[in-house]
């Protein structure tokens, strides 16, 4: 039965006076805040925040949880995000009181069982990553990104080299040019080929001495394989620059191919979409990055080390690092969950993770290639991009109008309108957890939503509690009071 609770913001619900609990009269002498703490630090007035019983704090958000879409409750088929079931057993580990009571500031005698954790976890990611020095300190695969290229900065300034630009391709998430930009560099983008790779004569022609790196993502964001990567990054490390790994795609590698040994210099992970961790809402998150060995020392300080006694400790001790990146350690919640996948499968269980999410991709788009044409092929890694460019063109059916309807049986929708290479792209992922019997059902509702009326997609959603929205319009001028729904 579908939930049609009217949501109220909490400022909507309040009322003046009403209290989560009520507090006995003060049994103490009572002084004013003015003698009791600095006039500086008072407000002129308390903020403005909705006055709310307990129960209505509850009732609020426990219902707006329900109208959500999860990976916990729908298909969620969300390519280039890889948004995988996460195990709940790594969720009950990440909670145990030895890890989810450890205080920050504890000394480091004092938790050597999760500093082995984590210094066992910079291992492991340096393994499967073909690269040898590992920070876990980034908050974010963003920060990882905008880390890596730090630490690119600070190599290239000890050697008294002025690199201004880096190159990404216009298939890049965006966060790329982005964490370019943040770290102080000049953003350069190279053009894709009619396969959708790298074009090298583009790239040939855009490397130069001021060029510190080029970022790639590989698998790329078309969900294939860069055939060229060797000659890329004979290229780019040819013109004294490094090559860097977005590793937004690793789901599709583990275990069979790494990244150091296709020649990156570094790269970042996305915990939460290679391994488990919670994803979606903002955080929290992680992103660590492993490198090769001449840039370990820029790394951010500390890193775990074990000394000869075999403790362990957080080493600060690293002149030449780029300095902290994120406050205490790093998102040691996230890392522990990731640490537990990793432990759980092993390797040959991650290489088992990225073939079945190999297979599921080829599965499904081998039942949807005749009804949305795939402009890459037949063959895909662990995601594939569909265009309903043809459906736009005959029907004016778009990309979006489809990703709307699906909301209405009960899947999330692809990404859609990305990467930016292919008109009205429907990015979809099914990822290693879905079951034949659900990638059927996805493929089957995806036919029936094209053979209905332009009309009836036009105005889907239909069945959820708030119809489409002007999404232009609420990035730029957000509603803050609920609207009065009549549906």
Not at 96 to 118: T, W
Not at 357 to 364: I, M
Request: include cysteine; proline fraction near 8%; aromatic fraction near 6%.
């Amino acid at each position: 039965m579908r939930n049609t609770f009217h949501t109220q913001t909490l400022f909507e619900l309040s009322q003046p006076g009403r209290r989560a609990a009520v507090l006995p009269s003060c049994d103490v002498p009572e002084a004013p805040l003015e003698k009791l703490l600095p006039t500086s630090s008072l407000a002129d007035a308390p903020p403005p925040l909705p006055e709310l019983a307990e129960g209505d704090v509850v009732r609020h958000f426990t219902n707006l949880s329900q109208l959500n879409m999860s990976v916990d409750t729908h298909f969620y088929p969300l390519g280039s995000c890889t948004m995988k079931y996460n195990p709940k057993r790594n969720e009950r580990l990440a909670s145990l009181p030895g890890i989810v009571d450890v205080h920050p500031l504890q000394p480091d005698h004092s938790v050597q069982g999760l500093l082995a954790l984590l210094y066992d976890m910079q291992a492991m990611l340096a393994e499967i990553a073909g690269l040898p020095a590992v920070s876990l300190q980034p908050a974010a695969g963003a920060q990882g990104e905008m880390t890596a290229l730090m630490v690119a900065a600070a190599y290239f300034r000890e050697r008294g080299e002025q690199r201004t630009k880096v190159l990404a391709p216009d298939s890049a998430h965006g966060t790329n040019p982005a964490s370019a930009a943040v770290a102080g560099f000049d953003a350069i983008t190279v053009k894709s080929n009619a396969d959708g790779f790298v074009d090298l004569d583009d790239l040939r022609a855009k490397l130069d001495g001021e060029t510190a790196v080029f970022m790639i993502t590989n698998p790329t964001t078309l969900g294939m394989f860069e055939p060229n990567i060797a000659q890329i990054a004979e290229m780019v490390h040819a013109a004294g620059a490094l090559l860097y790994l977005d590793g937004a795609n690793m789901n599709a590698i583990l275990g069979i191919t790494r990244p150091g040994d296709f020649g990156a210099d570094m790269m970042h992970f996305n915990p939460h979409k290679t391994f488990s961790g919670p994803h979606g809402g903002g955080g929290p998150g992680a992103g660590p990055i492993a490198v090769t060995n001449k840039l370990g020392p820029y790394l951010p300080s500390p890193v775990v080390v074990k000394d000869a006694d075999g403790k362990y400790r957080l080493d600060n001790d690293r002149p030449q690092s780029i300095g902290r990146v994120r406050s205490f350690f790093g998102q040691v919640g996230v890392l522990v969950r990731a640490y537990c996948y990793i432990r759980t499968y092993g390797p040959a269980g991650l290489r088992k993770v990225s073939e079945h999410a190999v297979l599921n991709a080829n599965y499904l788009l081998s039942l949807l290639k005749d009804t949305f044409p795939v402009p890459q092929g037949d063959r895909c890694m662990h995601e594939f991009v569909a265009s309903a460019s043809k459906l736009k063109a005959e029907r004016g059916i778009s990309a979006m109008d489809i990703a709307k309807r699906l909301l209405d049986y009960g899947y999330h929708a692809p990404t859609v309108y990305f990467p930016l290479t292919v008109k009205e792209a429907l990015m979809i992922e099914p990822t290693e957890t879905e079951s034949k019997e659900t990638l059927d059902a996805f493929a089957t509702v995806l036919k029936q939503i094209v053979a209905e009326s332009a009309e009836q997609l036009h105005g889907a959603p239909h069945t959820t509690v708030m119809c489409r929205a002007d999404e232009v319009q609420a990035a730029r001028q957000p509603m803050l009071v609920a609207p009065q729904l009549t549906h």
